[in-house]
């Protein structure tokens, strides 16, 4: 009985999340590291995902599973994008993330030339230790 309830809600958590973010089944794939469609089986109960894979799902919701099974309404759509391209970011190596980093400050002062960003020069970023 208890696995029928939770084989139930857990598509339509996954939808009402998604949804909320105003994702699509494709981008939380990408966000979440898993093919459209294993996100789209999930959400449409066509299959139960593991506990890793309803992890992932969690990530690029950017939701804890604590978070997805109490309910809890979710952060601003600011702070799931802001975290969504932290861990995009991430995954980037350090000449990969200076090119990012050039070209939305270019990208800024395109469409925003009157508002100057402070932002950290490349020798204030803390170095990395291997």
Known sequence: MRNAVIATQVPARLKELR???????????????????????????????????????????GVSLGEFFSGAVPESLASVKLRRLAALVAR??????????????????LHYPTQPIALPKAADKPTRRR
Not at 92 to 109: F, H, K, S, V, W
């Open 19 to 61: 949804v909320r973010r105003d994702m699509s089944v494709r981008g939380l794939g990408v966000a979440s590291g898993l093919p459209t469609e294993v996100v789209s089986r999930a959400e449409r109960g066509l299959t139960t995902p593991s506990i890793g894979t309803l992890a992932k799902l969690c990530d690029g919701l």
């Open 92 to 109: 980037l190596d350090q000449r990969a993330q200076d090119q990012l980093i050039a070209g939305l400050e270019g990208l800024t002062q």
